[in-house]
């Protein structure tokens, strides 16, 4: 007979196994010859930081596709930096909205006119992700010159975010619209969202209500706002300099990321034989200007509107995500946030997006509850930089186990794992995948 930790070894090997081959098969039907789509009804297009999560899972399987997952989408890249929200799929123009036939982006000028783009961006995890890529196999990254052809590509997307999008000229960058937080129906932006008229001019149709339930997805209303905002930005040319626009806030996770992407971009530096020095200050600065939107209240980071400097008091997942920074002066007391009755409460599976205390908490409206892939692989990458190793394997077990058992959910019930939202959702697969390889690598 085996000893039990031989026999447990060999399960969890086992059950590795059929994580990684079921995450490789989405990857693989999701795939479009460039790039990989988000979802196959869903989300017909490539989306920008979707794709900086798949090409992550990718690198342990396939470096070549990693580099080609990032290829397409710099492909869409405007003069001014920017990386666009979404590079869409001339095929699928019907299929998702707001489409090609809505930003009409070729005519604006500075966009990219062999492919149409949003002009909104997402959050900047793409550094990040380049790094990880090539830390996945260097010899491959440096057969195919992959940092030395990404490096001023990123350079250039940061700029654009460190400067023309610092509008409220605290050395964070904001964003304009909720869909450029990756966390649409945030409670974060629901003060704001009170300002914002539902009027909008373009026609709304809901082809995402054919793949989600309504009762998953913003609501009718939620989306006049958004198509009034991404119309107000579209017709100003997209060029952040539209004096009254009315949804600038700073938020905690994309000026997370925007610091941990300054210090890949430092690390990517210093690979190719340049200074790295002045990525590290900027992370640093980013870092420190975080510090306003610190509310020691409720133990985490929120969002600020830069149109009039107040601070929203909500605790939400974006405001946990600064424990990636490694200057942080935080740190326990999100700790203390993340493990306690608001996130985890000794009882959660993956980390819920909005504090479970709150009265509107909904563990099944997108982001207004339920668990996230990407959230919770991201936290599990702060805890085990924080030596919390048991910590981040729990909740590296439960995104592998979670995904293999509901057919990778969008979303998951924190405390049931009830999925919710599409399913064979790309960056569910590719974290899943990335877990198994991290768990057999010692
Ligand atoms: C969701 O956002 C899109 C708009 O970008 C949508 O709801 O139609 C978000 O979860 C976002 O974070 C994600 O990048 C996107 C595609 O997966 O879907």
């Known amino acids: 007979m085996m000893p039990g930790n031989v026999r447990a070894e060999a399960d969890q090997a086992e059950l590795d196994a059929r994580i990684a081959a079921r995450s490789i098969a989405v990857l693989e039907a999701n795939w479009r010859k460039t790039h990989t789509v988000p979802a196959a009804g869903l989300y017909p297009h490539q989306w920008s930081w979707d794709s900086s999560f798949i ?35 001339p095929h699928r123009d019907q299929d998702y909205a707001p489409g090609a036939s809505f930003w009409q982006s070729r005519k604006i000028p500075g966009s990219p006119k062999q492919v ?6 997402q959050p900047p995890n793409h550094a990040w992700a380049v790094w990880k890529i090539h830390q996945a196999d260097p010899a491959e990254s440096r057969r195919r010159s992959f940092l030395e052809r990404n490096y001023p590509r990123l350079v ?19 964003i304009v619209h909720p869909w450029e937080s990756g966390t649409d129906n945030s409670p974060l932006w629901d003060t704001v969202m009170t300002r914002i008229p539902a009027d909008c001019k373009t026609t ?63 690390d990517i530096a210093t690979e190719l034989g340049l200074p790295g020095e002045a990525h590290r200050d900027r992370a640093q600065r980013i870092t420190t200007a975080l510090e306003e939107l610190y509310v020691a209240e409720l133990g985490c980071y929120s969002a600020r509107d830069a149109t009039d400097g107040s601070v929203v008091h909500k605790a939400t997942i974006n405001g946990l995500i600064p424990l990636l920074l490694p200057d942080q002066v935080h740190t326990q007391a999100l700790l203390e946030t993340l493990n306690g009755p608001r996130f985890m409460n000794g009882n959660a599976l993956m980390v819920p997006s909005y504090d479970a205390t709150a009265e509107d908490h909904n563990p099944a409206l997108y982001w207004r509850g339920p668990a996230w892939f990407n959230m919770s692989w991201m936290v599990a990458e702060a805890l085990e930089r924080l030596g919390l190793t048991e910590e981040a394997a729990f909740l590296r077990g439960n995104i592998g186990r979670l995904a293999l058992e509901h057919d990778f959910p969008e979303y998951v019930d924190p405390w049931t794992g009830a999925a919710h939202g599409t399913r064979s959702f790309s960056w569910t697969a590719a974290l899943a995948l990335e877990t198994t390889y991290v768990r057999s690598t010692p």
């Open 204 to 266: 709304l149709d809901r082809p995402d209500l054919q793949h989600a339930d309504a009762g998953e997805r913003p609501s009718q209303k939620e989306y006049g706002k958004y198509f009034w905002m991404a119309e107000r930005y579209r017709d100003h040319g997209c060029d952040d300099a539209d004096p009254d626009y009315p949804f600038l806030m700073e938020d905690p996770l994309f000026n997370t990321l925007l610091a941990v992407s300054e210090l890949a971009l430092a």
């Open 55 to 89: 090409a992550v899972g990718l690198s342990r399987v396939s470096p070549r596709r990693a580099g080609q997952e990032m290829d397409a989408l710099f492909a869409g890249q405007w003069e001014d930096g920017r990386l666009p929200q979404i590079i869409f799929d």
């Open 116 to 121: 149409d783009t949003a002009g909104l961006v």
């Open 156 to 174: 250039h997307w940061h700029e654009y975010l460190s400067g023309r999008r610092d509008r409220g000229g605290s050395g964070l960058a904001c």
